[in-house]
């Protein structure tokens, strides 16, 4: 095979199909041909460019390390200690650029992690499909509810692959929640409770900022991009989920990665009706977005969901769901467990009040004796049922499949689509909240309900 049509080979592996980038072709063919990727053949490897090489992206780089075929090339970061340690960390391969543009340009990368504060996570997604570049967006996908639509709008203009980053999906735990669900095991289904608790300083976001951070360090203009303009602020930079100006607070940082499972396991798109609560009662000084929320979520499909978060106590540690059916129910977390339905029938206290002889007849009806006796046995034998304990590094399997779709063409689990309605449900919390109001869903639309 020549080298042309090796490299071509390999831009079909991963490109397929009308590309946005078609006029940089002839650079992203020369750069393959150039033995920059060693012995194993062009056709496996992909070049990754990171944008924004913070603490989720040099955990991503981590998990994609172990894929084999995918080469780090590039990365770029707003603060000098973490472009050098995501460095150090992919073994000194991947050169530094001052700008996310240059990233963008380089017609020798295929796509990029876009791991950055939520206020530039449009922008950068946006102009990085328009560059051609497949992209894996952490979440949330947006930091105002309707970006939503102008990503998914520019993912089929483009016809680039975007995955957004809610890993859990791809956990074995939840892919195996998702099968006893549809399994029919827990009977029907009418309410599932999800939660994410913390009670630390570190929990609540307030992270230790470097000891060489500075003005020569941080490049805070870099950092603040779309966001209003305002001094230099180290707690700002390092601590921006803490604030509005960046972050959509618990609902958009951790709600969301629920709400994402939540439509997986369940099968769902969104729910129809909103109600949220939140306010500040602790971590006052170092922020400006509630502590602790509380959300009620209504489905359509015939179950409610009871959301809540706070940074305030751990009685149930991390976060977790308990999904809530009338033949039992399973609870998620670092295991699954099973713990079946046995309920019984018994309204004593009630006919404790007939009649003395009705009472005694009622109780001593043979049908009666037999169903007690047996109810109450199954009772007895109740145990939970460990159906398994999790242990996979879900954020490769999650770059696996984003990886496989890029092999594909064909649109991931996590699609543009299904990171909007994940997100949109976390803006609603934050939109019901603003307002006290419920906020409703429109499914034609895909945005919240205007009147
Ligand atoms: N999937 C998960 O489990 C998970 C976990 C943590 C964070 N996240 C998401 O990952 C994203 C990053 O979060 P984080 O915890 O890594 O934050 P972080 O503050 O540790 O990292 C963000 C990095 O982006 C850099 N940055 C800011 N503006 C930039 C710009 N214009 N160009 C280049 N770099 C820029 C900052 O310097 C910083 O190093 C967020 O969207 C967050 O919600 C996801």
């Not at 735990?173 to 399994?183: L, P």
């Not at 003005?215 to 700002?236: D, I, S």
């Not at 751990?314 to 309920?343: D, M, N």
């Not at 049922?385 to 242990?391: A, K, R, S, Y």
Request: aromatic residues 10%.
């Amino acid at each position: 095979m020549s080298s042309r049509q090796k490299s071509i080979s390999r831009r079909t592996f991963f490109r397929n199909g009308a590309t946005a980038a078609g006029a940089g072709l002839g650079a992203l063919i020369a750069t393959r041909t150039s033995g920059l990727f060693g012995a194993v053949p062009p056709s496996d490897r992909m070049a990754v460019g990171f944008i924004g090489v913070g603490a989720r992206a040099q955990q991503i780089m981590d998990s994609m390390l172990l894929i084999p075929g995918v080469e780090i090339v590039r990365v770029c970061d707003a603060y000098k200690g973490r472009v050098a340690r995501s460095i150090e960390r992919c073994n000194g391969k991947p050169t530094a650029v001052d700008n996310y543009k240059k990233i963008l340009e380089d017609k020798g990368i295929d796509a990029v992690v876009i791991a950055v504060p939520d206020h530039w996570h449009k922008t950068m997604a946006i102009e990085a499909m328009q560059a051609g570049k497949d992209v894996y967006i952490e979440k949330p996908l947006t930091y105002k509810i309707d970006e939503g639509l102008e990503i998914i709008k520019a993912v089929k203009d483009t016809k680039r692959i975007l995955q957004v980053g809610s890993q859990g999906i791809s956990s074995d735990i939840q892919r195996k929640t998702r099968d006893v669900i549809a399994s029919g095991k827990l009977g029907q289904i009418t309410m599932i409770r999800a939660y994410f608790n913390r009670n630390t300083a570190e929990g609540a976001w307030i992270y230790p900022i470097p000891p060489d951070a500075n003005p020569q360090t941080v490049n805070w203009e870099m950092f603040l991009g779309p966001a209003p303009k305002l001094p230099f602020n180290l707690p700002r930079f390092f601590q921006w989920r803490c604030y509005k100006d960046y972050s959509g607070g618990i609902a958009t940082d951790l709600f969301v990665h629920l709400c994402t499972s939540i439509h997986f396991m369940m099968g769902v798109q969104a729910p129809s009706q909103v109600m949220g609560m939140g306010d500040l009662y602790r971590w006052k000084e170092s922020r400006d977005v509630p502590d602790t929320i509380n959300a009620s979520l209504k489905y359509k499909e015939g179950f409610m969901v009871n959301m809540s978060g706070t940074f305030n106590n751990t009685i149930s540690s991390g976060a977790g769901f308990q999904i809530l059916g009338t033949e039992g129910s399973l609870e998620v977390g670092g295991k699954l467990t099973f713990f079946p339905e046995t309920p019984v029938e018994d309204p004593s206290w009630v006919v404790r009040s007939w009649p003395s002889a009705m009472e005694k007849a009622y109780f001593e009806d043979p049908k009666m004796v037999a169903y007690l006796q047996e109810a109450r046995a199954k009772e007895a034998a109740r145990q939970p049922e460990v159906i398994m304990v999790g242990d996979d590094d879900a954020t490769k399997a999650h770059l696996e499949r984003w990886f496989a779709s890029i092999k594909s063409r064909t649109a991931p689990e996590e699609s543009a689509e299904v990171g909007h309605r994940a997100c949109s449900v976390a803006h609603m919390v934050n939109l019901s909240i603003a307002s006290g109001n419920s906020v409703y869903w429109d499914f034609e639309a895909q945005r919240v309900k205007s009147d």
